[in-house]
């Protein structure tokens, strides 16, 4: 399992909803949002530590 760095969810990295690369690495995000939320700032998410969004709760992982 890999951990969405924009909302902190658990991602099953076999059945992701969304995927970006980012200085050589991989990361796996549990809905689109948070993929589209990590892709505008990276380095913001990179740095954090997972913290809920507002508004970004009860979304099943793979975002549908």
Do not use: W
């Not at 689109?32 to 998410?45: H, S």
């Amino acid at each position: 399992m890999a951990k969405d760095l924009v909302c902190g969810m658990d991602v099953n990295e076999q059945r992701p909803a969304g995927k970006s690369e980012y200085m050589g690495k991989t990361y796996y995000f549990c809905a689109p949002g948070c993929k589209r939320a990590f892709d505008q700032n990276p380095a913001k998410y990179i740095k954090g530590t997972g913290q809920t969004m507002a508004g970004h709760g009860g979304h099943p992982i793979g975002g549908g």
